[in-house]
């Protein structure tokens, strides 16, 4: 795990003091070792920096850049898959100097140029210069677990791992992009190819870049979508052999992600995910796995069942109770973190259970992508029995309602949840096709109202909705539609997120087995009633491989997320945040903001008047932000 910045310069104005400064502002991703590498060609300086987190060959010899041959690499990630590879290739007559995963792709590359990645398995972005073809080549991992920014000018490309590399570069221009600060009031995060600034960019998930430095062409290719899998047929396979497949890739994944030259831990919660993965890796061992849980005061405490988990294992189990003030104190953090404003304020405890951990290991597990995949969220449920209600009215009787709810919803007399609702609904009927109502029908619930979220903004109201109606076809199965979507909306956008973040700002490597593109090529062609049943409900089949090793009664608990007590917080303890990012003074010096509407929103918030309470802690992690990055 590492970070990776540098540059595609044109106009051959940038150098290597450039570098290194960009490679400075990711000292916590790699606080191992620093190294840049200043190419100069006839038609640009290309500019590679790589700031190193040791974890697999812990030599300078693996040091990056990396050359071999004419090609030359960057590489932020991990190849799990990588001693099958390297044997695969020296039987290629490949021979090779290190014991790195580095290396591996530049031959893999070398030997199968872009399809080399079908054969990856792992979390990655790569970077790879051809000085002979005289092309870049940046690959993305599939599920979107390792970040890539990116500025682009006629003159200029700029990127890097995190924001702040692209940032600091001279040429770089910092100007807010309006539509993505709609997107990020609207959603919590900007997502996905968006960024809070304008002409800078993030590359999807399962994609390969590729700029050609003589035509100055920049070409963007998917090589792999979940969606594909959700839209081939069902397996044919029983509910066993479904269990005993799924249970050979599980092990597979999570030996996999055992592999490292330095101590790993697990983020154990006690929730049937992380317990899956820590029974799946204590089991049969003889020496005990790490396991890290914090504990809260207030909010969702996850500590007392991790215990339970961790003593029934037998794990070395380390867990912490953070006092409010030591949480408290992580929010002044985030704007530097987060490069771009960020809401998910479970990012405050993984940022402290990520400092825990890293007291013992270099590199910890983590159980995300569970819910996306097998039916986690009760969300999905609601949103099917949504369906049923909309399917039901006929499309002649949409035109004619989709208005007058429209102007219902601007009565100022009605609750604030009476509007929302009555715009909703009337956003939906004035679209003109099922699989349109089903699309935006899922948006809707996963999102602040339009109408809320143009309120607090000083510029167009236009509706913003970042649906690819497209995208929505081709199911068989309605709910596959949903978790293909949060699959690639809100796993990648918000989770991953927050996770590479938080475990980054300890310097340390977080790894997602549950994320293993075999899990969810498998559990995307599983029958539904595999996944979901009225007794188990979501995630059927995981609880019961969970429940061949851990017994029920441990696991029988209300579903809880990783989540603290914001909203009371706020409202007590934070009170003076307002006063110091909300106040009406600070929001007239943020020209984006609209002081008067926010003044309202304030006073319903504190009158517990106000319906989509989140609003508020997005306004403040955007006052926050915007006064780190543009006024501090």
Known sequence: MCGIAGFIDFSKKSNNLDLVNMIGTLKHRGPDGFDTKLIQTKQANVGLAHARLSIIDLSTAANQPMKYDNLTIIFNGELYNFSEIKEELSSLNHTFTTTSDTEVILHAYQEWGNNCVDKFIGMFVFLIFD?????????????????????????????????????????????????????????????????????????NPGSILTIDLNSRNIDIKKYWDVKKFYTLPKLEISYEEAKVELKKLLISTVNYRMVADVPVGIFLSGGYDSTLIASLLQKNRTDKIKTFTIGFEEGNNEAPHAKKVAEYLGTNHTEFFCTTKEAQEIIKELPFFFDEPFSDSSAIPTILVSKLAKKQVTVALSADGGDESFIGYSRYLTYSNNLKIFNKIPFYFNTLVSPILFQLGKLSFLKNSTRHKLNEIAEVLKLKSKIKQQARIFEGMNSAPNFLVASILNFNKKNTSITDFSDAEGFEQTIDYALTADYKMYLQNDILTKVDRATMSASLEGREPLLDHRIIEFAARLPFNFKFNNTLGGKRILKDLVHEMIPEAIMNRPKAGFSIPIDYWLKNDLKYLFNEFLSKEEIEKNPYLNSKNIDKIKKDYFDNKLNYNVIVWRLLVFSMWYKRWFNS
Do not use: M
Not at 152 to 181: C, T, W, Y
């Open 131 to 203: 000085e002979i073809k005289n092309i870049v080549t940046i690959f993305r991992d599939r599920p979107g677990v390792k970040p890539f920014f990116y500025y682009r000018n006629d003159d200029i490309f700029i990127f890097g791992s995190e924001l702040k590399p692209v940032l600091s570069h001279p040429q770089f221009k910092k100007e807010i992009d309006a539509e993505s600060l709609k997107l990020f009031f609207k959603f919590g995060y900007v997502p996905t190819p968006k960024s809070i600034f304008k002409n800078t960019f993030k590359l």
